[in-house]
């Protein structure tokens, strides 16, 4: 294999180069070749000075996130950083793109740092469960003071070239950033040789850091990973550099093998892995899109219609009415107002994206869009009208996207003479912020249109995941399964609270009665009662007392109080023991661990029934529509990282419990959750074995 990375020696000057694509991770080859070229160059009488440069559209991500867990291979980055620092040398770093965790702390060994303008730098170590490992937090604050650095990296959010500019991190900002590093490099060498950021003193005052970093532990309260990097920056001010080190790999080794750590690693690879669209024939192609149309200006269809103004695409929002069009227009506009109310919108940038948002009444206004998303109600007999007219309408190779939450797609794509063309865009509530996009991949799709519809996905920002076609795809069929156990848990004797508990400790931002009040519980049971289904009968009695929610102050809660904080209801406990009454179920305490199980492993059973059928191509998809549609905390992975974490056999057994006492044959376990338990598999292993 060649080396990745080269040396060229031109006027003195040692260009190393790093070509490692996609991102220039530091593996151990890189690590290994950069170790060799530094040496080389030290050793060289003709080399005065040397730049750092990398090849492709970035600088250097970090450390190779798939080596994490394996056995090290020598040289560590802190031994390559630490060769490249004790060099006589000069050495200058060249950053174009991304310097981020490692590939920051080697710009951080180098004697001077330029970027280009659109260079991002950061430590985004937090966010990985670790903090930086390989000289970061000893080094930046010596360079740009304590304070400014610890919040570089407890915030984990990457700082502009102009803002590092401003703060010293870099020395120079720069368009053609190789020549200006060559030049620094020549001028440095002409010098004498400058203190590398080991060695300066600019931590600033003790104060400003200890209010910096109270201020940060409490925004953080709940990330052990920042309370780490504190610590191992104020050893910066109290141990020599030496020292310092040794307290951030001990805070380094600690968190690495961290169950949370492992999981924050996975999300970031799975969620990667997901965009990779399975089965797809070589050289397939996504088409262009220029212009969009969505039709429907409800709830979601004004969402949608502002993620694709917000990405720069034009789009076309089409409406039954004129006034249906300016209920439309108007409550998204109301959101951009608010947006810039709150600051994270400009004046400017507001008028911009609505600009891009023509509305138009009737189909024939999508004639001109290359993709096209289907938000109109929620009934198979109006969808299949749309796209019957859709099919004439669209212009020839435009993506016709359905939004339906539960529909079958492929019926839909039968009223088309294009069934090609046709799929699912499903997006989530609220669509301008939620980022999962299920893409659903219709038996007749064309792998254009999908390598089309994830895309653009893509250009919206959102994290598009492939699911196959079945009642409520991979995140709404999983989650059927949890409401049914949230509505036996509270006839069987848990009160709502009791059931919400145990999922915001979990760490979910809500539990599902409290979502369900927010969300309207009308919503669901209109759905139930088109659809005859009795899987929600207390839900279904709040509403049909007219209890929807927080919008008629009292649901699953009271919230008379102050319309927004729910309390618990005497009369919502006297219509649960009566509805339990009526059906002859025996209501008893719930230890809280049961109630949890009981929520979480039919989910995990369903995810099991989902991979078994192929919807999901892998448990990873599934964790990633989990983490990024409804709110599955981070820090255990998503439901099938999670678990392999409690052990399949477990759950394979609390399952059979489950089924037994209640009689219910969906309680029992799925045939490949079983075949996994008995080998001893898991579902990472099955992801990588399916990946190799
Ligand atoms: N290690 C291994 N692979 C990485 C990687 C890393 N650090 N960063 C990105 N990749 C891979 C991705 O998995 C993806 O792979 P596939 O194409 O096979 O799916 C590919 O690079 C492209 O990544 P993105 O899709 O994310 O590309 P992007 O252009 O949208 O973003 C990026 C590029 C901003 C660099 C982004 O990838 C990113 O934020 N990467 C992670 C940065 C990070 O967390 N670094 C810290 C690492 S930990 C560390 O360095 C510890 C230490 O102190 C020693
Ligand atoms: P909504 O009722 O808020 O909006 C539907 C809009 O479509 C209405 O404004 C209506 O006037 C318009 N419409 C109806 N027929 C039309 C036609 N022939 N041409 C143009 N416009 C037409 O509904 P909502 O909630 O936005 O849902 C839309 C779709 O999105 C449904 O399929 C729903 O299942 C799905 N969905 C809804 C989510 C939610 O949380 N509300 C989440 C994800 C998907």
Redesign the pocket.
């Known amino acids: 294999m060649a080396d990745p990375v080269s040396s060229t020696v031109e006027d003195g000057i040692a260009v190393l180069r790093i070509d490692n694509p996609p991102v220039n991770a530091l593996g151990a080859a890189v690590r290994g070749g950069l170790m060799r070229a530094v040496e080389a160059a030290g050793a060289d009488p003709s080399v005065r000075a040397v730049v750092i440069a990398a090849e492709g559209r970035t600088f250097i991500a970090g450390a190779d996130i798939t080596e994490f867990g394996k056995p090290p291979i020598p040289p560590t980055l802190p031994e390559v950083i630490a060769a490249i620092e004790s060099l006589s040398k000069p050495v200058v770093a060249a950053i174009h793109g991304a310097a981020l965790g490692g590939g920051l702390e080697v710009a951080l060994g180098c004697h001077a740092r330029v970027a280009a303008p659109a260079a991002k730098l950061g430590l985004p170590e937090v966010n990985l469960g670790i903090l930086p490992g390989a000289g970061g937090t000893q080094r930046l604050p010596r360079l740009i003071g304590a304070a400014p650095a610890l919040r570089i990296m407890a915030e984990g959010k990457p700082v502009t070239a102009a803002e590092a500019g401003d703060t010293g991190l870099v020395d120079e900002v720069a368009e053609d950033v190789l020549a200006a590093a060559r030049a620094l490099a020549l001028r440095l060498a002409d010098n004498a040789l400058p203190a590398p950021p080991r060695d300066r003193t600019n931590l600033g005052a003790r104060e400003a850091f200890e209010a910096e970093a109270a201020a940060l532990t409490k925004r953080h309260a709940d990330n052990p990973s920042v309370a780490a990097c504190v610590d191992a920056v104020r050893a910066a001010f109290e141990k020599p550099f030496e020292e310092g080190l040794a307290v951030e790999r001990a805070h380094f080794a600690r968190l690495r093998d961290d169950p949370r750590s492992k999981a924050l690693r996975h999300v970031f690879l799975a969620e990667r892995a997901a965009a990779r669209i399975p089965n797809l024939p070589k050289g397939t192609r996504a088409r262009p899109v220029a212009r969009a149309a969505v039709?429907?200006?409800?709830?979601?269809?004004g969402g949608i219609a502002m993620n694709f103004a917000n990405a720069g695409i034009p789009v076309t929002l089409?409406?039954?009415s004129e006034e249906?069009l300016a209920r439309?227009i108007e409550r998204l506009a109301g959101n951009y107002a608010t947006s810039v109310k709150r600051g994270s919108l400009t004046e400017e940038a507001k008028a911009k994206r609505l600009g891009l948002i023509e509305g138009r009444v009737g189909?024939e206004a999508a004639a001109d869009a290359d993709v096209i998303v289907e938000?109109?109600?929620?009934e198979m007999g109006?969808k299949k009208?749309?796209f019957g007219k859709l099919q004439s309408v669209a212009k020839p190779g435009a993506v016709i996207a359905?939004?339906?939450?539960?529909?079958d797609v492929d019926e839909i794509a039968a009223s088309t003479d294009r069934p090609g063309d046709v799929l699912g865009m499903?997006?989530?509530?609220p669509a301008n912020v939620m980022k999962l996009l299920e893409v659903v991949r219709g038996e007749r799709t064309s792998p254009e249109a999908l390598a089309t519809a994830v895309e653009v996905g893509r250009r919206l920002a959102k994290v598009p995941v492939v699911s196959g076609v079945c009642y409520g795809f991979i995140g709404n069929r999983m989650l059927s399964r949890r409401t049914i156990q949230a509505e036996r848990l509270l006839l069987e004797g848990a009160a709502p609270s009791q059931v919400d508990k145990a999922l915001t400790d979990f760490g979910f931002r809500m539990g599902p009665f409290a979502m369900t009040d927010l969300?309207g519980i009308d919503?669901g049971w209109r759905v139930r009662q088109a659809m005859g289904l009795k899987t929600a009968p207390v839900a279904d009695a709040l509403a049909e007392a007219g209890r929807y929610g927080q919008k008629t102050k009292r649901g699953f809660y009271d919230y008379s109080a102050d319309g927004r904080t729910g309390a618990p209801d005497p009369e919502v406990a006297a219509l649960i023991e009566r509805i339990a009454g009526e059906r002859g179920v025996t209501r008893r305490e719930i230890p809280q661990e049961e109630v949890l199980e009981r929520l979480l492993f039919p989910m995990i059973n369903e995810g099991a029934r989902i991979l078994e059928e192929g919807i999901a191509a892998r448990a990873g998809d599934i964790d990633t529509v989990w983490l990024n549609g409804y709110g599955w905390p981070a820090r255990t992975g998503g439901p099938m990282f999670h678990a392999d974490a409690i052990g399949l056999p477990r759950i394979v057994a609390r399952l059979r419990d489950f089924a037994e006492a209640s009689g219910d044959e969906n309680l029992r376990p799925a045939a490949l959750l079983v075949r996994l338990a008995e080998e001893g598999g898991s579902f990472v292993a099955l992801d990588a074995r399916a990946a190799a």
């Open positions: 039709i429907g200006a409800g709830t979601m269809g089409i409406e039954t249906n439309g189909l938000a109109v109600f929620e109006l009208e749309v359905t939004n339906t939450s539960y529909l499903h997006f989530f509530s969300a919503v």
